[in-house]
C-alpha cells in the first residue's frame, strides 16, 4: 500500500495540529501504520502507530500529547499533536506493514512523502 501524509504547517506553540495518512494501491486495513518525525539534523523517530485491530503504541515522548486513529472505510489514518513545542518541528511520515505495529525505519521498505510541521515559540 502506498501512503501519503498531508496536513502539516505553521502552528504556534501550544497549539493542535491533526496529521493525516491516506493510502492507496492495497489493502489498508490489514496494515498497521506507524507515524515517525524527523527534526532538521537528526535520526528519523518513531512517534506512534496504530495496528489493524486498532491497537495503539507510543513512544515514551509521545504519550499523552500524541494520538494516533484510523478510519479504515476512508483508508486514512490519523496523528493528533497536542500542546506542540518547538522540538516537535520536524518532518512527519506514515508508513505500513503486515502484522505488529513497525517501530524502527528498518521495519519497512518504502516511504511516502512527508509533510512538515513548523511549531513557532
Known amino acids: 500500500v502506498q501512503l501519503q501524509a498531508s496536513g502539516g504547517g505553521l502552528v504556534q506553540a501550544g497549539g493542535s495540529l491533526t496529521l493525516a495518512c491516506v493510502g492507496s494501491?492495497?489493502?489498508?486495513?490489514?496494515?498497521?501504520i506507524s507515524w515517525f518525525r524527523r527534526a532538521p539534523g537528526k535520526e528519523r523517530e518513531f512517534d506512534g502507530g496504530?495496528?489493524?485491530?486498532?491497537?495503539?503504541y507510543y513512544k515514551d515522548f509521545a504519550k499523552g500529547r500524541f494520538t494516533v486513529s484510523r478510519d479504515d472505510p476512508k483508508n486514512t489514518a490519523y496523528l493528533q499533536i497536542h500542546s506542540l513545542k518547538p522540538e516537535d518541528t520536524a518532518v512527519y511520515t506514515c508508513?505500513?506493514?503486515?502484522?505488529?505495529?513497525?517501530?524502527?525505519?528498518?521495519?519497512?521498505?518504502?516511504w511516502g512523502q512527508g509533510t512538515l510541521v513548523t511549531v513557532s515559540s
Open positions: 508508513a505500513a506493514r503486515m502484522g505488529s505495529i513497525g517501530t524502527v525505519p528498518q521495519d519497512f521498505n518504502s
Open positions: 494501491g492495497g489493502s489498508f486495513s490489514d496494515h498497521s
Open positions: 496504530i495496528s489493524f485491530r486498532s491497537g495503539t
